[in-house]
T-cell receptor, first 113, second 113 residues
């Protein structure tokens, strides 16, 4: 069973516009959520996170929104840049448990110049 | 500061051979993880460790073994390689006990033929 789901395998956006990447989860015990960015032939790199006590966290062009009742989070990138083209993974963790991170299947973002 | 280092970067194994994927981190992190990434399947947790001498199974542990004799090292052992183990393997570490992100190595691309 896939506890963390990213239902859009790919997304194309024009440079300067907003990119919205979505993620759903099923385990109500998850209380910490992260987004990672991955370029080909590299390891994932941390982008932004959010704790379940918040509904929004912002870092520069990146904002993560959390809707706990819907078990849904989203990553907004504004404005999108060609260098943002990568695969984005969302991940979830139970901080009261064992701190293992469960990942989604990823969304490939392509920002068109 | 090296972070998380994985060796080798690439390896081709024949069916039935064994090998150890090495992972070391220099951040004094308590938690370490092994993930595999198959195309379109995201990152699946194989094993994780919450400290030296303690390991536990993740989502897809079959066919693998791990050990954690020191804080720094977390090797992953494949005893009888099978084609289904062809994948990209990522090691990661995190501080744990606080809300923090995991840091990933560059990955090992393994092909079993």
């Amino acid at each position: 069973d896939q506890q963390v789901k990213q239902n859009s395998p790919s997304l194309s956006v024009q440079e300067g516009r907003i990119s919205i990447l979505n993620c759903d989860y099923t385990n109500s015990m998850f209380d910490y959520f992260l987004w990672y960015k991955k370029y080909p032939a590299e390891g994932p790199t941390f982008l932004i996170s959010i704790s379940s006590i918040k509904d929004k966290n912002e870092d520069g062009r990146f904002t993560v929104f959390l809707n706990k009742s819907a078990k849904h989070l989203s990553l907004h990138i504004v404005p999108s840049q060609p260098g943002d083209s990568a695969v984005y993974f969302c991940a979830a963790s139970e901080t009261s448990g064992t701190y293992k991170y469960i990942f989604g299947t990823g969304t490939r973002l392509k920002v068109l110049a | 500061n090296a972070g998380v280092t994985q060796t080798p970067k690439f390896r081709i194994l024949k069916i039935g051979q064994s090998m150890t994927l090495q992972c070391t981190q220099d951040m004094n992190h308590n938690y370490m993880y092994w993930y595999r990434q198959d195309p379109g399947m995201g990152l699946k947790l194989i094993y994780y460790s919450v400290g030296a001498g303690i390991t536990d199974k993740g989502e897809v542990p079959n066919g693998y073994n791990v050990s954690r004799s020191t804080t720094e090292d977390f090797p992953l052992r494949l005893e009888l390689a099978a084609p289904s183990q062809t994948s990209v393997y990522f090691c990661a570490s995190s501080y744990g006990q606080l809300i923090t992100e995991a840091f990933f190595g560059q990955g090992t691309r393994l092909t079993v033929v």
